[in-house]
């Protein structure tokens, strides 16, 4: 009679939907009818008259029963998993390490929405990572990550960056966090310190206050520095600085100015060389920089996130193999887009006595006039397994659509407009 209230007591409460009867409820009865207990076929016509049958029966209540669901004897210890459990120490993966498989990874990718993010997105989804997407603007700003990875891996969350309750909410199944989060511009409703150092420091401290985050990696860019003439490049420096004190186990990649089909580098050359008769650059485009492409940077944010802990607490330097002035940035790209070179050479004190909003800000001149390189005793590359791309080829492929008449066309088509004396 005892096992005939059960059954019953489970097929009913699966029926009303109750949390505490679920699927697992639903297996454990059919377990029963299937030792001929009492037969399914006796059980399933009758499900209308199920509350009426347990109120005659005397049934336990809900709470005693999932008590009895969880703790008693009828649940075979063979179901139950032999792996120890440590939280937050650990992935703990599944299958062949395809978009398919399981990961162990279930990452909270701040900044997914932007130019670096949707590589790192990608990179994630392929290995079987399950993302958390945290978007501000439109609906449609996450969707076309979703098409990345498996079906349900992708999960976009609209979250405010100043309410620390929707970014505990974006954070509460995470075991990896990654802050991509960056602006190269002010505006009126974020400034640097709340973009690179409030927003990091938040997300930071809610990590560590959260118990079961393994790893924290931050995004920052090279050149930061508390010393800096630049405005972005202090908060980014703080930023780092506020990221480490409240997890010290986070890991900072800083690198050198991105190139890709979405970059703000060498597009922004191209795009003034189409558009104005010259292309200004300031002081001569004399800096020196380190570029580096996307899918460099996102697969070394993928290496610290698999490594066995070896990249925890520690600051990556991240710059392309070749060095280049600016100028010589700008003859690589007229190379590349079939133009004569077109250059002008604007006086620092003039680009200066000139900036504005509309033509160059401030800060973005003083960040013009730095160099970009990886310092000699930094980790870099090399200490995570990759080797960067040189600018050539694929890594710079997306300006053929700056050539005049079509990627296959241009104006210096047959010329030859590199080598000596160019």
């Known amino acids: 009679k005892c096992d005939i209230k059960f059954v019953c007591f489970c097929v009913c409460e699966f029926g ?6 679920g699927t697992q409820a639903l297996i454990v009865a059919m377990r029963i009818a299937a030792s001929k207990i ?13 509350p009426a049958l347990l109120q005659s029966l005397d049934c336990p209540s809900p709470s005693s029963a999932g008590e009895f669901l969880r ?13 120890p459990v440590k939280a937050g120490q650990y992935y703990i993966s599944k299958g062949t390490g395809g978009r398919s498989s399981v990961s162990g990874i279930i990452a909270t990718v701040f900044g997914a929405t932007g130019f670096l993010g949707r590589y790192v997105v990608q990179q994630l989804a392929k290995i079987g990572s399950q993302i958390l997407v945290p978007y501000r603007g439109s609906e449609d700003s996450p969707r076309h990550l979703k098409l ?33 989060l960056g602006r190269d511009y002010e505006t009126r409703n974020f400034s640097f310190e709340d973009v690179h150092i409030s927003i990091p420091e938040c997300l930071s401290r809610l990590s560590r206050e959260h118990g079961g985050i393994i790893k924290y990696i931050q995004v920052s ?49 191209a795009m003034q060389a189409r558009k104005f008769p010259f292309l200004p650059l300031i002081g001569g485009g004399s800096a020196k920089l380190q570029p580096v492409h996307v899918v460099d940077v996102a697969a070394a944010v993928i290496a610290t996130v698999r490594d066995d802990g070896t990249s925890m607490g520690k600051i990556y330097e991240l710059g392309g193999p070749d060095v280049f002035t600016i100028k010589e940035l700008a003859h690589l790209m007229f190379d590349t887009i079939r133009e004569h070179p077109r250059i002008l050479s604007i006086p620092i004190g003039v680009a200066k006595v000139l900036a504005s909003p509309l033509t160059y800000p401030r800060d973005y001149i003083d960040q013009l006039l730095l160099d970009y390189l ?28 700056y050539r005049t008449g079509g990627p296959s066309a241009g104006t210096t088509m047959g010329e030859q407009i590199a080598g000596p004396g160019f």
């Open 221 to 269: 860019c090279l050149g930061a520095s508390p010393l800096s003439p630049s405005k972005l490049l202090r908060t980014k420096a703080q930023g780092d600085t506020m990221a480490l004190l409240n997890f010290p186990e986070a890991t900072i990649l800083r690198p050198a100015p991105i190139v890709g089909t979405e970059d703000r580098l060498l597009n922004r050359l």
């Open 71 to 83: 703790n008693g004897s009828l649940i075979s210890a063979r179901y139950a998993s032999s792996l």
């Open 374 to 401: 990886v310092s000699p005793d930094a980790l870099s590359f090399k200490e995570l397994g990759i080797t960067p791309l040189k600018m050539q080829g694929v890594a710079i492929e997306h300006l053929y659509a």
């Open 16 to 21: 009303r939907g109750r949390s505490i009867a």
């Open 148 to 180: 990345m990875g498996d079906l349900g891996q992708i999960v976009p969350m609209r979250y405010n960056p100043r309410d620390e309750g929707t970014i505990k909410g974006a954070l509460a199944k995470s075991n990896v966090v990654v802050n991509l």
């Open 38 to 50: 009492v037969s399914a076929r006796q059980l399933l016509p009758c499900g209308s008259h199920f």
